[in-house]
C-alpha cells in the first residue's frame, strides 16, 4: 500500500521528484516506441481473422436469399442475411436495420448531414435552424465530437457515471430546450470508460419526453459483442433501446449503430444502422439518390463466414483471448503503483477497448506530454472531451488493443511514472 | 428503304395500323419478359470476372506500398498503388486523386451536400442561398438529375449535341448567372446517347468564367475505359479536363469522378474523385471527419487482380466482347425496321453502356407503355431529362447490357414496333 501522494510532506515530495525523475530519465533513454492512443486491433487480432477472406472465391456461389445476385447493383437496404446478422449484434429485428457500408461514423455523419440539408421525418432541416445542440456524455468519443464542431452543433457536456450519463441533467436539457436534437451515447462498455448503461438509465432514455420532435439518441452500440471474458457474471448486458423506446411511446426516438469493423477488419468491415420504420424509411428517401446500394459481396462474405449471430459471437472469444492479456497488464500496473496513492483513479471494464484513467486535477496534458517525450503515444489530453476541452485536465484515455501485453506492460510501467511525476510537480508547486 | 410515315396517306396509314396491331397482338402472346431499363452488367460479364475474388485470400501479403496494413484504420486518401490505378482510368496523376468506397454516385452526392452544409472552399454553403441552379446537359443520366432534385436544386437543361453540350448557352449560364453552382457531365460515352464530348468543347470547358467563385463542373467520367471495339479508330478520346481546367488558368474548376463499377462488380468496385490539390484539401476536411477511411482491402484486390491500368485495359475487352453483340443486335434490327421511315433516330455509340433512341415527338412515353405492356421494360420516357420531363417526350435510353444478344435482338423487334404503332397513331390523330 503506497502512501497518499497529497499527505506527504515537502520534504518527502522533493526525494520522490528526484528518485521520479532519475527513473524517467532512465525510461527516456530505452528508446521506447508504444502507441497506446488509438483503439486499433493488433496485428495478431488481423492474422487470426485471415480465413475470413477464403469464405468467398470463384467458386462461390454468391446469390443471397431471395436470388439476389451480390455481384451487381442493387439492394439498397442490403442483403437479407445480413440484415439479420446485424440485427443479431443489436438484438433487434432485420426489418429495423439496413446494412450500409465499411464504417458505422460514415452512417452516424451521412444522419447528421441529413438532418442538416433534409431535416428528420419532415421537420425543419437543421441548416435553417439559428442553433443546434447535442448533449455530449463526457468523457466520450472524440470521433462524435468532431462531427458537432464539423456541424457548428454547440455541444453540452454531459457528465458520465458508472450507469451511463446524469439522467438528470439530461432529462432536464431534453425536455427544456427545444435546440437540442440529439445525444451520443456508447452504451455497452462505453468510450473510454468501458461502462454499461443500467436499466434505469435505459429505461429513463427511452421515456424521455423531448421538447424538439425531431430529438433523436444517436445510440452508438459500438462495443455490444465486444466482451473480454468469457464468464456470464463479467458480460455486461444492456436493455434494447428500440423496444424500450417503442414500449414507452417514443418508437421514432433511436438510432442505433453498429458494426463489424473490430470483428473481422476494421475498414473493410460492414456497418449498419437501427431504428424505427419511420426513420428508416426517411434515410431511403436520401439513401436512394445517395447510392445504388452497398458493397453486397462483402456482406455476403460476413454471412457466409460466420453463419449467424451465435458464430460472430464464437469468433469474438478469439479476439478476447488476445486483447484480455493487455488489458489486465494494463490494470496490474496500474494497480501496483498506483493504488492507495490519491492521485490516480482507472476504470476495469469487462469489454470494449478502452480504459479510462482519471489523474489529478491540471495534470492529464503533462502526463501525456511527459510520456510523448520518452516513446510512448496516448490519446491527447482533453480528447475525450467536447471542443477537447478537459475542464479539470484530468482525464486520459488508454487503447490497450494495439500494443503487445509485454509493450502494454512497459507502456503502463512509463504511463505511472509519468502520472507520478506531474502529480508530484503539481503538489510541489502548491 | 421503308417509306416515310410522313409521307404515307390515311388509307396507308390505316392499313399500316391494322398490321402492325395484329402483329402486337401476337407479341404479346410470346410472353416476354425482358429488361432494357438499367445499365447492369449482365451476369454473362460477372461470370467472366470470378477470378478476381481469388487474388486476395488467407495467405495472402495484405501490405500495401509503404508498409500500409490494409487490414486496419486508417489511410483516408486511399493506399498509394489504388490512387495510382484509378489515376490511370482519369488520365491523372495520383496526387489529384482520392480513393473512396464503392460508388462514384456516392462521392457525387457527398460533394453536393457537402457544398450545402459547409461550401466549397470557404465559399458561402449553400443550404444559407435563395437559389441554387445546375446545367443539365440532357438527355443525360437521371441520377444526376436526382441529387438536384433531391437538394432543391434548379436544374437548367442544356442540349446535348453529338460534340458535348450546347456550349454557348454553358458560357452564357455560368458566365452570367452567380446562383449556377455547377453542371453534371458525362463527357466520354454520354449516358444515354454514347457522344464523347470534342476537344474544342473541353477546351470551352476548361475556359469558362464563371460568375461563382465556386461553380463546379461534375465530370463524372463514369466510362472512360468503356470502349466496346479495339480498333483505334473506333475508340473514342477525350482531352483531359484538370490538365486543361489547369491550363486555363481554371485549376480548381473540376470534380472528376470514376469507378469500377462496370470494370470488377456493380457495388463491390472501387470510385474515385479527382481534383485539385485545394479541392481535395477541402473535401478532407470533411471526410477526415466522416469516416476513418475506406475499404483498403477491396482497394488492394483492385490492384493486385489488373497491376496497372494496362491491366485493366486489357480487361475491359472481355467486357467489350460480350457487350458488343448487344449493342449490334440492337443496332441491327433499328437500321433494318426505321431506317428511312422518318419516325425514329439513334446513336451507334463507339462505347459506355446505352443507345438513345428518339420517336416521333409525343411518342416516348406511349411507346415506353406498350413495350410494358408486352413484357419489355424500358426506362421510363421522360427519365434522361431534368424533372423527368422531357419536352418533346421524344427520348428513349436503351440498356443493352443485360439481356443475351438474342434477348436483345428479340427485345429491339418489339420495341421497333411499338415505335411504328406509336408513330401510326399519332399520324392517323392529326
Redesign the interface.
Known amino acids: 500500500m503506497s502512501k497518499l501522494y497529497t499527505e506527504m510532506s515537502h520534504e518527502e515530495l522533493l526525494e520522490l521528484s528526484s528518485r521520479l525523475n532519475k527513473e524517467y530519465r532512465d525510461a527516456k533513454g530505452k528508446g521506447l516506441a508504444l502507441n497506446m492512443a ?1 483503439g ?2 493488433s ?1 495478431s487480432q ?1 492474422d487470426m481473422g ?5 469464405v ?3 467458386a ?1 456461389d454468391l446469390k443471397s436469399a431471395g436470388s439476389i ?6 439492394e439498397l437496404d442490403g442483403i437479407p442475411e445480413a440484415k439479420q446478422l446485424m440485427a443479431g449484434i443489436m438484438e433487434t429485428s432485420p426489418e429495423n436495420v439496413i446494412v450500409c ?3 458505422s ?2 452512417i452516424m ?2 444522419t447528421v ?1 441529413r438532418a ?3 431535416g428528420i421525418c419532415g421537420n425543419t ?1 437543421w ?2 435552424l439559428d442553433k443546434v445542440k447535442f448533449l455530449c456524455p463526457a468523457p466520450g468519443y472524440d ?1 462524435h465530437f ?2 458537432c464542431q ?2 457548428g452543433i454547440e455541444m453540452i457536456t454531459v457528465p458520465m457515471t458508472p450507469q451511463g450519463p446524469d439522467m438528470d441533467m439530461v432529462e432536464k436539457y431534453v425536455s427544456g430546450d427545444e435546440s437540442v436534437k440529439g445525444i451520443w451515447c456508447v452504451p455497452k462498455y462505453s468510450n473510454p470508460q468501458g461502462y454499461s448503461y443500467s436499466d434505469e438509465t435505459v429505461k429513463r432514455f427511452a421515456a424521455l419526453k423531448p421538447a424538439a420532435k425531431d430529438f433523436r439518441i444517436f445510440w452508438d452500440n459500438a462495443y455490444a459483442i465486444h466482451h473480454l471474458y468469457e464468464e456470464e457474471d463479467r458480460q455486461d448486458r444492456i436493455l434494447e433501446i428500440l423496444s424500450e423506446c417503442e414500449k414507452a411511446g417514443n418508437p421514432d426516438m433511436v438510432f442505433e449503430f453498429c458494426s463489424t ?1 473490430k470483428v473481422t ?4 468491415g460492414i456497418a449498419a444502422v437501427a431504428s424505427s420504420k419511420a426513420n428508416l424509411d426517411d434515410m431511403r ?2 439513401m436512394t ?10 456482406q455476403l462474405r460476413h454471412v457466409r463466414y460466420f453463419g449467424d449471430i451465435n458464430g460472430m459471437k464464437e469468433h469474438m472469444k478469439k479476439h478476447a483471448a488476445l486483447l484480455r492479456p493487455k488489458f489486465e497488464a494494463c490494470e496490474k500496473v496500474l494497480e501496483e503503483e498506483l493504488s492507495g496513492t490519491g492521485i490516480a483513479s482507472w476504470t476495469t471494464p469487462n469489454g470494449g477497448y478502452f480504459i479510462s484513467l482519471d489523474v489529478l486535477e491540471g495534470c492529464a496534458k503533462r502526463v501525456v506530454a511527459l510520456c510523448k517525450e520518452a516513446g510512448v503515444t496516448l490519446t491527447g489530453a482533453g480528447a475525450t472531451f467536447p471542443y477537447k476541452n478537459d475542464p479539470k485536465d484530468s482525464n486520459i484515455r488508454i487503447a490497450p488493443s494495439y500494443p503487445t501485453p509485454e509493450e502494454m506492460a512497459q507502456a503502463t510501467d512509463l504511463l505511472v511514472l509519468c502520472v507520478k511525476l506531474a502529480a508530484v510537480e503539481k503538489l510541489l508547486s502548491k
Open positions: 488509438r486499433k486491433p496485428p488481423l485471415m480465413d475470413f477472406l477464403d468467398i472465391n470463384s462461390s445476385d451480390t455481384r451487381n447493383y442493387g457500408g465499411n464504417a461514423l460514415n455523419y451521412d448531414s442538416f440539408t433534409h432541416p441548416c435553417k470521433r468532431a462531427i464539423h456541424f469493423s477488419f476494421a475498414g473493410s428517401k436520401s439518390v445517395q447510392t445504388i446500394g452497398y458493397d453486397k459481396i462483402n
